[in-house]
């Protein structure tokens, strides 16, 4: 029978059939940051338990880090012992750790890939909801809580029930300036943000085939955010050519056996799926939030939507609630709000690509006298190193934006990097929920190029039209 | 981890939908390293008039009296009401771990998120889901009645409201088996040691480079 690739990834690796129609599924790799492991790592000790298989780990810190004056010790107390106590961690279990001042360290879901440790075919888990990140080489990616985190360190497996399959096929290629930022908050647009509970959503299409292995991080990054808590694309000749050589790839014969083995990580002909979902790629246009859930999207062209229009009484209300706390009129064109804050960064988009595209568009430019602070935070320090050595940490520095160290920052706001109540920032990372970014921040998100169009217009801005003035 | 049987108590409504994790316990306190001492930041942007920061005396900040849980009728309250979508966004166990905290052990809303619905059973907190019109139901029953209490038997499936109505919910039997008794997840899986291992074995073969 045809198989979906998600069947094919989760029959890989089923260990055992409960009674109750749940699985005991076996998990390739662990990845452990130091937000929600230290509580694991105590429970493994007061228990008596050893970790199942030490190899499998990866640890790094990345939420708490701040991203200025690195050479010091950091300076919040708290944030400092939970990135002391994964160091401890990392030590007494001699675990694969790239520590704070390590230029491998980053963004978990940055340094993953980056690195090769995580593969196509794995399963991969993380106390963190974005792993759906990894899903973009093929793989069975999904973040689980703490306790999870627990059981898969002392038995390197979870008890799982199979989701459903969801396809979202993204026929034909995008317009220029159309990122895979766009096109993921296009999909969460028209599916929601529970479209896709209950699935794993497969991305597939012309759309998606085009975008680099970046970019499909990028939407399967996004993919929980439309409730799925894997999103995942097949193998094809680029996520091949991207892992070749990495530091934890496999090499030599196993490499051509790997490489084998991956071909086969797609969906086959005639595979059902539960849910079809169809978007024309061209079709989506840069996409800018609105409200405080993701769903809360419309093109930069658009206005903001009035609820008495949303047709539903629930829906209404919370699209109210969303106005009054972002501080936005129905009705005003997306291009009149005015930004105050400017963040690059997040594991959704501070790759090499995400520089770019950001750079692409501040180069030559500089940031309005309007914006308070507009930030570059790469994904690991690698992405920093490569982006010096490319010269777009100069494009950025010479418009007027800060060039920072690696790690989550502004995304979540852990560190020192946030928002001020009532600030408004165009923001690159992937929640806009209330005071995400800060207690009472206020957050849109965009694309990088959409956020370096708004750090340089001083309001969001169809970055298509800056571009096509050079052109 | 805390069983659950059964439970009667004080009922809140929390009436709005995609309740987000940020909300529910917000990215400061993730900082701590414990899985206690939550509670007080329940909600903590919506409960508090004032900015919360770790390690502040909690019981002299200015309390929000829109927020439901601030309100006299609610106080003690161990059942909340939501709606669609709840438990959305990050994998954060402290969401569950502040519930627990707070004293809340029964969640009835119409959709949860997946991590969140997880991480509730590997806690002994009870997510139960009803259909729409039976949750909207139960939100005019609650805002008519003060003192509203529901009673909830995980044994039987059943909610029992004030006037005798009983309503059935469906939860999945393992976790149901390990919630009635307080079981340890790992324990239970660490039983298939061998099997987990034979899966080893023979992945090893298969794909070798997963081991190298």
Redesign the interface.
């Known amino acids: 029978m045809a198989k979906t690739l998600y069947d094919k990834l989760w029959e890989q690796h089923v260990?055992?059939v409960?009674d109750?129609g749940?699985a005991?599924l076996?998990i390739?790799r662990h990845l452990v940051h130091e937000?929600?492991s230290?509580?694991a790592f105590?429970g493994l000790r007061l228990?008596g338990?050893e970790l199942?298989?030490r190899?499998s780990i990866v640890a790094v810190p990345d939420?708490?880090v701040p991203t200025t004056d690195r050479d010091q010790a950091i300076a919040?107390p708290?944030?400092r012992?939970?990135v002391e106590?994964l160091n401890d961690n990392a030590s007494d279990f001699n675990l694969t750790f790239f520590k704070m001042n390590d230029v491998r360290q980053g963004i978990v879901h940055v340094i993953g890939p980056e690195q090769g440790a995580t593969?196509p075919?794995?399963t991969i888990v993380c106390?963190?909801?974005h792993?759906s990140t990894h899903g973009a080489m093929g793989a069975l990616a999904f973040?689980?809580?703490?306790?999870?985190v627990?059981?898969v360190m002392?038995?390197?497996?979870l008890?799982m029930?199979k989701s459903k399959n969801m396809r979202v096929t993204i026929e034909g290629s995008v317009g220029a300036g159309v990122t895979a930022k766009d096109i993921v908050l296009a999909i969460i647009g028209e599916i929601g943000?529970?479209g896709g509970?209950?699935y794993t959503i497969e991305f597939a299409g012309q759309g998606i085939r085009d975008l680099s292995m970046e970019g499909r991080m990028t939407v399967c990054n996004m993919a929980?955010e439309g409730?799925a808590?894997a999103g995942i694309i097949a193998v094809d000749e680029k996520t091949i050519d991207y892992f070749k050589g990495r530091p934890f790839a496999?090499k030599g014969e196993?490499?051509e056996?790997?490489v084998e083995?991956w071909r086969d990580l797609k969906s086959d002909e005639g595979a059902v799926f539960d849910r079809e979902i169809v978007i024309q790629g061209r079709g989506i246009a840069p996409q800018v939030t609105w409200g405080t859930?993701p769903e809360m999207v419309v093109p930069v062209s658009d206005r903001v939507p009035n609820p008495a229009e949303a047709g539903d009484e629930?829906k209404a209300s919370?699209m109210q609630?969303a106005l009054d706390y972002m501080g936005l009129t129905a009705g005003t064109p997306i291009e009149e709000i005015a930004v105050d804050k400017v963040f690059i960064g997040s594991c959704t988009n501070s790759r090499i690509e995400d520089l770019r595209a950001a750079a692409e568009v501040a180069k030559g430019r500089k940031v309005a006298g309007n914006i308070a602070l507009a930030m570059v935070v790469p994904g690991s320090g690698l992405v920093k190193k490569q982006a010096e050595e490319e010269g777009l940490d100069t494009v950025f520095l010479e418009a007027g934006f800060e060039w920072r160290e690696p790690g989550c920052s502004m995304c979540?706001?852990?560190n020192a990097d946030r928002l001020e109540p009532g600030e408004r920032c165009a923001s690159t990372s992937n929640?806009n929920?209330?005071?995400?970014q800060g207690?009472?921040g206020r957050t849109h998100l965009v694309s990088p190029a959409m956020a370096a169009a708004a750090a340089v217009t001083g309001h969001f801005t169809d970055v298509r039209q800056l571009t096509a003035q050079e052109a | 981890m805390q069983a659950f049987t059964q439970l009667s108590g004080i009922v809140a409504p929390l009436d709005r939908p995609n309740v987000d994790t940020d909300a529910i316990i917000p990215k400061q306190y993730l900082k701590s390293i414990k899985r206690t001492g939550f509670g007080p930041n329940l909600f903590d942007d919506w409960r508090y008039l004032d900015a919360g920061e770790p390690g502040q005396d909690h019981s002299q900040r200015a309390l929000n009296p829109e927020f439901v849980l601030n309100q006299s009728r609610y106080q003690d309250t161990q059942i909340l009401l939501g709606r669609d979508n709840f438990g959305c966004g990050s994998s954060r166990e402290h969401a569950v771990w502040a519930f627990m905290d707070y004293g809340i052990r029964v969640i009835i809303a119409p959709s949860f998120a997946d991590i969140f619905f997880n991480n509730s059973f590997n806690n002994g907190l009870l997510p139960i889901v009803l259909d729409e019109a039976t949750v909207d139901g139960l939100f005019d029953e609650v805002e008519a009645q003060p003192g509203y209490q529901l009673t909830v038997d995980l044994e039987a499936k059943c909610i029992t409201t004030p006037s005798g109505r009983e309503i059935a919910f469906d939860v999945d039997e393992y976790r149901r088996y390990r919630l009635l008794n307080g079981l340890d997840d790992i324990g239970l899986t660490l039983q298939h040691a061998d099997a987990i291992k034979a899966y080893e074995a023979q992945r090893q073969k298969t794909a070798p480079w997963l081991f190298s």
């Open positions: 260990v055992r409960n109750d749940t005991l076996y390739d937000v929600t230290p509580q105590e228990a338990r199942w298989r190899e939420h708490n919040d708290v944030s012992l939970q106590t593969l075919g794995m106390g963190d909801s792993t973040g689980i809580g703490t306790s999870q627990e059981h002392a038995t390197q497996t008890v029930q943000t529970a509970t209950g929980i409730g808590r496999p196993q490499w056996r790997a083995a859930s629930v919370g609630k979540l706001a852990m929640r929920f209330e005071s995400r207690l009472n």
